[in-house]
Nanobody, 122 residues
Framework: QVQLVESGGGLVQAGGSLRLSCGSS????????MGWFRQAPGKEREFVAA????????YYTDSVKGRFTISRDNAKNTVYLQMNNLKPEDTASYYC???????????????WGQGTQVTVSS
């Protein structure tokens, strides 16, 4: 069982920045591709970004390209989501997820964190 714990959420004004972190209990953290998802009230959960096991490949949903950056530090068992130029429509609970294997994908994740709230005021 892999435990994931997100942190770094909060309230920020439009145009501001936040960096989310997700720590993992996985013994072999580099065995997992990692992803970030978000869910706004009344909406379905949506894919945000993903990163391959060693960070060589990243993938983003169109709405965050150029504003968000996913990265990871395997020595610290941590994945990050740097969010710049935040918009009110980015308001959501953000979840990190782990997927065994090397494929960078928008679905089929095996483990999920509890989420951290991001609120962007206009």
């Amino acid at each position: 069982q892999v435990q994931l714990v997100e942190s770094g959420g909060g309230l920020v004004q439009a145009g501001g920045s936040l960096r989310l972190s997700c720590g993992s209990s996985a013994r072999a953290f580099s065995s997992y591709a990692m992803g970030w998802f978000r869910q706004a009230p009344g909406k379905e959960r949506e894919f945000v970004a993903a990163i391959s096991r060693f960070g060589r490949t990243t993938y983003y949903t169109d709405s965050v390209k150029g504003r968000f950056t996913i990265s990871r530090d395997n020595a610290k068992n941590t994945v990050y989501l740097q969010m710049n130029n935040l918009k009110p429509e980015d308001t959501a609970s953000y979840y990190c997820a782990a997927r065994a294997g090397s494929t960078v994908t928008t679905m089929s994740y095996d483990y999920w964190g509890q989420g951290t709230q991001v609120t962007v005021s206009s």
